[in-house]
């Protein structure tokens, strides 16, 4: 990373906040956490292939959404990272003028992060919002929250990490918490107690499952899409998946995942209940150093086929609103985990992290309770009106 950071004394240097439009500025964009983290066991540099996907114009969020990002300096160091983003999906459906930050990396340092939240909160007042929410990384949908407890253990796939002082930062600059959302995880070897049985065995005949149909999969990402709009819609903070965003997700499902690893449950022949299981490949990648060029693929595969993952973690998870409040809609969410847990199990997992459930989830939390699941991460998001 010497190309990119140039370490020097520049603590006593006037710190500047720059657009990161360029290329190369883009670069310094993504790779500034190597800087951030060098001494942090925890962190698990992520793929720099996926990371300028994730903020390249071709990513489809971007089809609905406007943002800028910037970069703060001390002298000729860069210190510190931020973005904004406005979703015009949101705004349609809340109408509440609100946009968000997110990617917040920046040393320990009050000012480097009073420069860096002023500079989005005066862009997004310029936009006409009227209130700021984040971290988002950069939606709902994908990266949400700031971890504020479970900093010693690594993140699973697809998941946020921070240093301890970052919470303290934001909230010193008036922010304050507006949802917590949780990760539990779960022992995949959890005894299946009588009550679950019984749950079961109510639902037996009419419920039955079944796994990712690779041959039909454009049929069944519209299922999942369908399944998870109607179980999600009245959640804190929802927003839908456009079918560009969605067929994004089936290329990773298509890519990472054995197709029992995806399972969908359906009620008198109608699919009312989908789990979708990521194999936590940040298991295998940490001595990559977030390359896959030039041969980083070939060990990422070869790692996939000889030295499995011993955890995966769920991304998304949904019961159709018509069954949540009843027994069938408990068995239809037991019966997809324990399809899943059966694979796992086969392939060698021992543990399953199911993020990210809304702190007061409480019907899914309990779920969770059941089978043995322990919240061990909490992520935040904080809010601010912008005057």
């Keep these: 990373m010497r190309q990119f950071f140039q370490r020097q004394d520049s603590q006593c240097q006037g710190l500047q906040v720059i657009p990161a439009d360029g290329r190369r500025t883009r670069q310094r964009f993504i790779r500034l956490p190597w800087l951030i983290y060098a001494d942090d066991p925890a962190w698990v540099p992520p793929l720099l292939m996926e990371r300028r996907q994730h903020l390249s114009p071709r990513n489809p969020y971007f089809a609905h959404a406007r943002s800028r990002f910037w970069i703060a300096y001390r002298g000729r160091q860069p210190v510190g990272r931020i973005s904004a983003q406005i979703d015009d999906l949101h705004l349609q459906r809340y109408q509440d003028a609100t946009g968000f930050f997110g990617m917040i990396e920046a040393e320990n340092n009050a000012e480097t992060f009073q420069a860096l939240l002023n500079t989005a909160e005066t862009w997004l007042h310029q936009q006409g919002m009227r209130r700021i929410l984040g971290p988002f990384n950069l939606s709902i949908n994908q990266e949400p929250g700031l971890l504020v407890d479970g900093f010693h253990i690594p993140p699973s796939i697809m998941m946020g990490h921070a240093r301890p002082y970052y919470a303290a930062a934001i909230e010193g600059q008036g922010y304050r918490k507006a949802k917590d959302l949780l990760a539990y995880r779960v022992d995949i070897n959890y005894p299946m107690s009588e009550t679950i049985r019984a749950i079961q065995a109510k639902a037996a005949g009419r419920v039955r499952t079944r796994p990712l149909r690779r041959s039909l999969l454009t049929e069944d990402l519209q299922i999942l899409r369908n399944i998870f709009e109607d179980a999600w819609s009245q959640n804190w903070g929802f927003i839908p998946f456009t079918e560009a965003e969605f067929e994004h997700l089936g290329h990773d499902l298509k890519t990472l995942v054995d197709d029992e690893m995806v399972q ?55 019961v159709r609103r018509k069954y949540q409040e009843n027994l069938v809609g408990a068995a239809l969410a037991f019966l997809i985990i324990e ?49």
């Design 339 to 387: 399809a899943v847990r059966a694979h796992g199990i086969r392939r060698g997992i021992q543990e399953v992290e199911l993020s990210w459930i809304l702190e007061d989830n409480w019907r899914m939390r309990n779920i969770l309770e059941w089978i043995g699941g322990v919240a061990y991460k909490r992520y935040r998001i904080y809010g601010k009106d912008l005057v």
């Design 264 to 318: 969908i449950a359906e009620v008198d022949g109608v699919p009312a209940a989908m789990l979708v299981a990521l194999p936590n490949i940040n298991e295998i990648i940490g001595d990559l150093n977030g390359r896959l060029l030039p041969f980083g693929w070939l060990k990422l595969l070869w790692r996939l086929k000889t030295a499995y993952p011993k955890s995966a973690r769920v991304p998304l998870m949904g």
